[in-house]
């Protein structure tokens, strides 16, 4: 039993990551119809804006809230930028070709920052400075938890209360949904659909970093490769929970990390990553829309 | 859609004009010794490629010191290349090393599965691989030009069972290993079968992948078995981050583990984690050993800080091809001539290499910095095997085991 308890909160701590980095994928999606393949990319561009953000201020010699707070902002704020940028000058100007143009364009945009982060940060992996001590808490019936996983758990939890406050309850989020809808409609609103894009990548990309980062705090090996994997399963993740649809992100995130963990546990460790795709196959067979999407006729 | 290759006959011309510049490469008529090295630069585990090259460079400077760098007369060339720390990588760069470089002998690698990806290349080319520091046995049963300068896994997985079952008496002991390694799947077999024999139980076996990030699946489900100590036959990066986690997960018991726990990065990732710990190894640094002494000093002046045993067993495999390279020039000089970059690609080449692989094959009682080389009748080294203890942070000497 404490065996299964505790595969539980590796689990869930696991599938929490990759809950913030599918809302990303699931906002873009929902109000683009674009899937951003760059996604897990800005993912490790979060680690190592941290990583050297912490080195600049010196967090991992002697680590405090403040700083190791600091740092989190930074590396925020540096992703916000690049989802900026990237946005700007790979996505806007295929706007208004074919979906295919984009898809193509967002592969393009994952590869670059991919080799450009060998070229810019090298090939080797480094370490992530220990920013925060670690130690353990004990949940008693030989349950363990550390207090990294626990900062985990609490950052994704605000994080994702941020997001549903900021899309129910705000003028923005209001936007937001209605350029969802209908981009046509929204702009003869007034609402400003370029604005409103903008807004939704450099939210994404701010939420991928703090994945990033919260990894990296807790596993502190990063690498220019480091997004692709939990990329890919992040996305699947959004699939399966219903793409465009934010607490069927969040679902997907802790469905997939559970399994995962059950599956590496139970099973066989070499299966970890296929049970990702195969777990989808399954929930899109029952489910055509995912567990929480809702079935849209297409318009033809 | 069709293909109008003939419309553009000038595509043609470039492209045949190219290769006959490219192939013009080969065999640069200078008269010299080119050496050949792969390793890992970069990616997973970067200093066992690093530690390649330093020892190397450092045998190389020795030549430098007695002989101008010269053997016969010829100024020896190395030539190194990165393989990134990935199998496919590492045949195609020893493929170059071989076909456009046209080198004497291959120096590399230090993991068993690039060793083994690289090593036919080396046999069907006719051209000496010494690896360095690849322990897997199938890694010289793969031709007769295929060496190596370190002990062999059958030898370091028993040196590690008795030392657990007998040094340390532990009856239980889980195993968790890297599937995509042939390294650290073989050393998994060959320390189940001896720790068994020795009466010790195998209570989980558990796995990985290189460069996977999370261990904490695995690590739970080995503590729900209670075994006395974990075996980890794995590469330097990941053990680092499995002690870390294996603590965080409230288990306390000791980490073993082989030679691919050698670097100076362990403890850096794995910190305090890896306090209890203890791996098999080819030598180490506090050894009184006048040979290695001075190897260390040379070391510490050229690059800062300790080698690690990846870079002595470097050092020796250079001055094993040196020393077999000198002997040809004594016994054989018209054959030696055959070793020059003038001759590549020659009848004389291929007869030279011939001629060096016997020399090497024939080595014996060579004073290396990793104890005294003698190779068998399988290419390997026999030679005996250290235990290093973490304690405190620090790697200290143990116990010695001969095979």
Redesign the interface.
């Known amino acids: 039993m404490s065996e299964f308890l505790q595969q539980l909160v590796n689990g869930i701590t696991w599938g929490s990551v990759y809950a913030l980095i599918a809302l990303g994928y699931t906002m873009v999606y929902g109000i683009l119809r674009l899937i951003n393949f760059a996604h897990g990319d800005i993912y490790m561009l979060g680690a190592f804006a941290a990583f050297y953000a912490s080195r600049w201020i010196g967090a991992g010699t002697d680590p405090n809230p403040a700083k190791a707070l600091l740092v989190f902002v930074i590396a925020m704020a540096a992703c916000g930028a690049a989802g900026f940028l990237i946005e700007r000058f790979a996505y806007k100007p295929v706007r208004k070709s074919s979906r295919l143009s984009a898809l193509i364009t967002a592969i393009g945009v994952s590869l670059l920052l991919e080799n450009g982060g060998v070229l810019v940060f090298g090939a080797a992996p480094r370490f992530f400075p220990q920013i925060v001590t670690p130690h353990n808490i004990s949940l008693g019936m030989g349950v363990n938890i550390t207090n990294q996983q626990l900062i985990i758990l609490a950052v994704s939890v605000l994080l994702m209360a941020a997001l549903r406050f900021i899309v129910i309850n705000t003028r923005v989020g209001k936007a937001m949904r209605a350029v969802s809808y209908n981009h046509t409609a929204a702009a003869l609103m007034g609402i400003s659909v370029d604005r409103i894009i903008t807004f939704t990548f450099v939210l994404g990309s701010m939420l991928a970093a703090a994945a990033g980062m919260l990894v990296a705090l807790q596993n502190p090996r990063i690498e220019p490769y480091m997004g692709i994997m939990p990329g890919l399963k992040a996305f699947v993740a959004a699939v399966l929970g219903g793409i465009g649809n934010i607490p069927g992100a969040v679902l997907g995130g802790l469905v997939m990390g559970i399994a995962e963990v059950m599956v590496v546990g139970y099973v066989s460790p070499t299966y970890r990553d296929a049970i990702a795709f195969v777990l989808l196959i399954i929930i899109l067979l029952v489910r055509p829309a995912g567990l929480l999407g809702k079935h849209v006729a297409e318009k033809v | 859609m069709t293909l109008r290759m003939g419309s553009r006959p000038w595509v043609l011309t470039i492209l045949l004009g190219a290769s006959l510049v490219f192939s013009g490469c080969a065999g640069s008529g200078k008269e010299e010794l080119v050496v050949g090295e792969y390793g890992s630069l ?3 585990d ?1 200093t066992f490629g690093q530690s390649t090259k330093n020892g190397v460079e450092l045998a190389l400077d020795e030549l430098m010191t007695t002989s101008q760098g010269k053997i016969g007369g010829l100024p020896v060339r190395t030539i190194v290349e990165d393989d ?1 720390g990935r199998p496919e990588e590492a045949a195609t760069v020893v493929q170059k090393l071989v076909t456009q470089d046209q080198v004497i002998a291959v120096i590399g690698e230090v993991a068993s599965s690039r060793s083994l990806a690289a090593a036919p290349i080396c046999q069907e080319a006719m051209v000496p691989m010494i690896s360095p520091s690849s322990t897997n046995p199938k890694v010289t049963e793969v031709g007769d030009f295929i060496f190596r300068m370190c002990f062999i896994d059958p030898f370091q997985g028993t040196v590690m069972a008795k030392y657990a079952g007998e040094n340390l008496q532990l009856k239980q002991i889980a195993i968790l290993k890297d ?1 995509r390694s042939d390294y650290s799947v073989g050393l998994t077999k060959f320390f189940s079968d001896a720790f068994v024999a020795i009466g010790g139980t195998i209570v989980e076996e ?4 290189a460069g ?3 261990f ?3 690590l ?2 080995i ?2 078995k209670k075994p006395q100590a974990i075996f980890i036959p794995g590469y330097y ?1 990941e053990v680092g ?1 499995i002690a ?2 294996a ?4 288990l306390t018991v000791p980490l073993l583990g082989g030679d691919g726990w050698e670097s100076d ?1 362990l403890l ?2 794995g910190g305090e984690a890896l306090n209890g710990a203890a791996y098999s190894n080819h030598f180490a640094v506090d050894n009184p050993d006048p040979r290695l002494q001075s190897f260390l000093q040379k070391y510490r002046a050229k690059f800062g800080g300790d080698p690690d045993a990846i870079a002595g067993l470097a050092f020796d495999a250079a001055n094993v091809l040196f020393q077999s390279m000198q002997k040809l020039y004594e016994q054989d000089p018209k054959a030696f001539a055959g070793l020059s970059s003038s001759k590549a690609g020659s009848d004389a080449r291929k007869e030279a290499t011939r001629k060096l692989r016997d020399l090497i094959a024939t080595t014996t009682n060579f004073p290396g910095v990793t104890g005294n080389i003698t190779l068998d009748e399988h290419r390997n080294a026999s030679k005996p095997a250290v235990v290093l203890a973490i304690k405190d942070g620090k790697k200290v000497y143990d116990t010695t085991v001969a095979p």
């Open positions: 970069t990616g997973n970067p990134q599937v558990q796995a990985y992948s996977d990030q999370d904490r699946p695995q739970t489900a503590k729900a990066t981050l870390r986690q603590r965080e997960l409230g990065q850096q990732i």
